[in-house]
């Protein structure tokens, strides 16, 4: 209940209940209640708790940030004739269009009675209690030098101009001028960018509110939702613009992000799961269904990393295969967390049912034995290979990262957790990614050294 707004919950309510009650609300209460934003506010929306200064709202776009920034500046203002706001934008034009004019800014989301005076040729509002916030820009920081403030507003702070360090001296203006008031309080509003004041402002003591997208489902269209989760949902850009993920690149890592997403195809041009009924029922045969893959795979393999104790962490289960144009291409992850070595094994039988392996890598000091044991016990006649790590986890890696350097390689989709890991691992070694170990990562190396890094194998039937 507490992770819904109340008109989240009002929307569970039957129409006849809903009538009911906007039918008990006189003409002035129907009015209001539009403007009532502690009903529409989710908690995300909502001011943190406790004694902060600087309150850091970074979500996905059409979350709601800018409407929560701006009920925020009202709530104050209406109640505090004595507070001065600096309204910051990345330029003048944006701070006015959206912080203020916008349909989430300061004049539409008051009720008319209560809607400040806006003199745009003094790039001020003032309330009737004596409230009163001035424009800024943070392409210009000099602006913010002198001018005194009790409370700030900054919206989309991750794409203000710094290629002289703007953005970051206007940060510096506008908190040292927050001196009046007893109590001076900043909020940020921003989609999520690794640039450096977000970066310095997410490592810092604040207080960070963080949402996606989908959080707003209820004042979004399904068409939208639904476009956007199909066209990017899982990629780079997806995660940071509507997961509102702050994905930074690792100093010294095998691969980027850049490099990752420049390998990236559809999902839909190589697809390749079929159903193991749609075969049955079509009583064709294993040889034939092979020849009849629509996207010309010569060979798809499943790369198997398993964890090291019974209740280990993951178990990576990574599926390749090799293109009729002789590169490699991702096509599933199919890992698993703490499960046992049964259920991690028959996670691998069916990924190879469902996909038509022709082979098994797995790593035979890790549980390999159980990956061909239980493979044999469900009847899956497909060869498993246990191969043995004589090198740690970056070495082997370093020559499939120079495969995805050379355009050899190809990710059928977006895999987020296979992917942090990949931007994890450091050359030279080390591991900076999530979790204790890479272990999709490895399960990756296995599939794509035995695909492209091994001895070259004409296919054949079984």
Known sequence: MNDISEAELFAQLTARERNAFFSSLSTQEQQEFLYRWDFWARPGQR????????????????????????????????????????????????TRSVMVEGESGLLSIAPPKQRPVWEPSLKRLTWDNGAQAHLYSAAEPEGLRGPQHSHGWCDEIAKWMNNAGQAEAAWDNLKMGLRLGFRPQLVATTTPRPVALVRALVSGDIAVSKGRTLDNDLHLPVAFLTAMTADYGGTRLGR???????????????WTRAMIEGCRVSSNAVRVERSRDTLDSANRSLDCARDERETGFARIVIGVDPPASKNGDACGIIVAGLGADGKAYVLADCSVERVSPETWARKVADAADRFDADRVIAEANQGGAMVKSVLQAVKISLPVK??????????????????????????????PELEDEMCGLLVGGGYEGPGRSPDRADALVWALTELMLGKAREPRVR
């Not at 406790?50 to 850091?56: E, I, P, T």
């Not at 495969?403 to 895999?415: D, K, S, T």
């Open 386 to 415: 246990l191969v043995h790590a004589s090198r740690g986890k970056v070495a082997r890696a370093e020559p499939v990262a120079a495969l995805y350097e050379n355009g050899r390689v190809h990710h059928a989709g977006a895999f």
């Open 47 to 94: 001011p943190p708790e406790g004694d902060w200064s600087v309150w850091l709202i970074m979500a996905g776009r059409g979350f709601g940030k800018t409407r929560a920034g701006a009920e925020w500046v009202r709530s104050i203002a209406e109640g505090d004739g004595s507070a001065r706001f600096a309204l910051v934008g990345a330029n003048y034009a944006e």
């Open 240 to 254: 940071q613009e509507l997961d509102g993920e702050l994905i930074e690149d690792v100093e010294g890592a095998l």
